[in-house]
């Protein structure tokens, strides 16, 4: 089987698809095509493979790829020592990892002098051939012949002999898969206190003295662990049971001597296996299950974070409407920025009603003429320091307003990641006579109005919904939470006339460089008044067009298609099925039941099948559909302002902020977010928290415990209020193993009627668990850092 083939094969098998749709789908990327491109619009060549199947595909792809290569590398270095045999090429050809055939290399790798090395040259290669032959002959005896001025004593002899067999176990692929696969069983992962560091690291007391299962070490306790390790509070070990699996290891090692035997000479090799064992081979193993558990422990949490990042980028605009953006401050004062209905700043300013200046009058005022003069319909306010302290304002502000005007409805709006975009280069080119502060009000206001356009102007990573993504591999984090944009954007569609290059940038097909061409030609030369006219912008060519232009969106053109999902090669295919319901396009948007008695198959021909012609007639049923929910805010309880309110047995409703594998946590209008543990999450058991809530979703939750003092709150969303599993945890007469969430991030927010928009966590770092073996230390680290 050739390379493509056995790639295309192994794809297939993952990805629950047949080899020929993996090689389509080779095929295009290989020629430039995109996830979000193939996945919709090239269906019929890959066999309708989603755009989940294609971004794994596509890694699976470039792993596969580099795993070939090392093999080709790998079979010339052995080639050229001249040491290849049918058995080694066999062996070579049927590894199915890169660790595995880094095994098979093992002891043709070009190394420093070892030990070994100077015992064959010493001529003890021979010992250790004899000792092997003749278990019966003490080693000791047969040593004796093998002294020389290089080796002065029998000892001397044995240690060599020792040494070269020892480099043999080391390089035996057979027992080093053996081994690895045994422990990956049977490991423990065991977590100490460094003496002396007990102070230093408190928030790491959960793991002072811990001990559980390697196999099954969730991520968020794994990287709390190495995250310790780092900072030198913990040391970590990873190796079977003491004396049980400790000696199963030996056995194994001892079995590639088959030293079973009652002989001197199977006597001293089992001791050599043991000394193998616990010199060599444990620590080997140790690194290499640890670097295995920091990689599975890293790709869950970049998992983590990309679901939460997708939840919050398909958040439900509030849409096209004049918006007034907050940024609350106490010294600093609050920072205003009215943008219009698309997002244009109109207008800005100031107030002081806090201390030292206490201008509250001037503040209403302030307020007041905002609303009047840009007649604004929506208030967001961030939920930063001071952000409740600036929602009593605006709502008593907007009770002074004359009769007959309308109050804006205020909503408190996650700023995480706004005042990275105030300093952004990008920021400052499009106001570059504006206060920093400033630019951060207008991102809360258009966040508002979009939260995907205006978060994907922001750093992924600074947008706060993982759990330690600051201690995973960053291009592997960057390159995941780039896949996920590109998909939501895509997903949504992006309105070509309005989009800014950073939205445009993550089209299909284009990226920074055509997305500010495209944006210089719609300066020069206005709207674009069709899909066509792409292909004016300079550097914009066919392939880029084909790639782009089903995604981008003309509103209320010449061309009714142009404002819809069906891609400009396949219009013939849409306007003969308009055609067949005997009504115009934009008639047949408004009353889409003529589309009902259409037979896709009769629109069926050589270029466009099946598949494409349904995804037309769903697409023209809805044109331009956006496929985010509708815009549903959070209303906070009256009176509960400060965790010092909130009392057990409250049922509240909040907003998911984030959500991690051990819970989610819940914005419910206090200083800090409540935890609602896994086991909390519904009336049955849930293993993936996401089966049960997205970020960003609004919920109805009941307060359990509050600790003040540690400013933790734990909440439930079952039914009983939690009850039954205090009963439970009662009647086995233990404690709860449960712990109250931690703070979040963020500041103050909430208030009376106070709403928050249903998308956007509070800013934070890390992640944690509350449940089990973890509780306060983890929760602590969780902590914005």
Known sequence: MDTARRIAHSIATQISARPEQVTSAVTLLDEGSTVPFIARYRK???????????????????????????????????????????????????????????????PYKKKRRTKAMIARENGLEALADAILADRSVAPEALAERYISEAVETVKDALNGARDILVERLTENASLLGNLRSFLQKEAFLTSRVVDGQQDKGAKFSDYFDHRERW????????????????????????????????????????????????????????????????????????????????????????????????????????GALVTLGLDPGIRTGVKAAVVDATGKM????????????????????????????????????????????????????????????????????????????????????????????????????????????????????????????????????????????????????????????????????????????????????????????????????????????????????????????????????????????????????????????????????????????????????????????SFVTATFTDGIEDIKDLKPGMVLEGTVTNVAAFGAFVDIGVHQDGLVHVSQLADRFVKDPHEVVKTGAVVKVTVTEIDVPRKRIGLTMRKDGGASSREDRAARGRPSDRKPGGKQGGGGQGARGKQTMSAGPKAQKGGGDSGGALGAALMDAMKKR
């Open 215 to 318: 196999a099954v070490v969730p991520s968020h306790r794994a990287l709390a662990m190495l995250r310790g390790s780092n900072e030198g509070v913990l040391t970590l070990d990873i190796g079977p049971e003491p004396e049980e699996g400790v000696a199963r290891a030996e056995t194994m090692v001892a079995a590639q001597f088959q030293a079973g035997g009652k002989g001197p000479g199977d006597i001293w090799l089992r001791k050599i296996s043991g000394w193998a064992w616990r010199v060599k081979l444990s620590l080997s193993m140790m690194l290499d299950l640890m670097s295995d558990l920091r990689a599975r422990s890293q790709d869950e949490a970049i998992r983590v974070f990309a679901r939460n990042l997708k939840d919050l980028l398909f958040a439900a605009p509030a």
């Open 44 to 106: 019929e060549a890959t066999g309708g493979l989603d755009d989940t199947q294609l971004r794994t595909l596509a890694d699976r792809l470039s792993y596969l790829r580099e795993l070939e290569a090392r093999r080709v590398s790998i079979l010339d270095a052995i080639k050229s020592q001249d040491k290849l045999t049918g058995d080694l090429a066999s062996a070579i050809a049927k590894a199915e990892t890169k660790a595995q055939l880094e095994d098979i290399y093992l």
């Open 346 to 629: 109109v207008g800005t300013d100031t107030f002081y009603p806090f201390q030292p200046k206490n201008d509250l009058r001037g503040a209403e005022t302030a307020i007041l003429k905002l609303v009047v003069q840009h007649g604004v319909e929506l208030i967001a306010i961030g939920n930063g320091t001071a952000s409740r302290e600036t929602e009593r304002l605006v709502a008593d502000a907007l009770k002074l307003l004359p009769p007959g005007v309308k109050a804006p409805t205020k909503v408190v709006v996650s700023e995480a990641g706004a005042s990275v975009y105030s300093a952004s280069e990008l920021a400052a080119r499009e106001f570059p006579d504006l206060d920093v502060s400033l630019r951060g009000a207008v991102s809360i206001a258009r966040r508002l109005q979009d939260p995907l356009a205006e978060l994907v102007k922001i750093e992924p990573k600074s947008i706060g919904v993982g759990q330690y993504q600051h201690d995973v591999d960053q291009h592997q984090l960057s390159k995941s939470l780039e896949a996920v944009i590109e998909d939501v954007v895509n997903g949504v569609g992006v309105d070509l006339n309005m989009a800014s290059a950073p939205l445009l940038a993550h089209v299909s097909g284009l990226g920074p460089g055509l997305a500010e061409a495209i944006v210089a030609h719609r300066d020069v030369n206005g709207a674009f008044a069709s899909r066509r006219e792409l292909l004016k912008v300079a550097r914009l060519g066919p392939r880029a067009f084909e790639q782009c232009a089903g995604f981008l969106r003309i509103r209320d053109g010449a061309e009714p298609l142009d404002g819809s999902s069906v891609h400009p090669e396949a219009y013939g295919v849409a306007r003969k099925i308009v055609k067949a319901c005997g009504r115009d396009l934009r008639v047949l948007a408004s009353d889409p039941s003529a589309l009902r008695g259409v037979q896709a198959e009769a629109f069926v021909d050589d270029k466009f099948g099946l598949p494409t012609v349904r995804d037309i007639l769903a697409e023209l049923e809805k044109p331009g559909r956006d496929p985010r929910p």
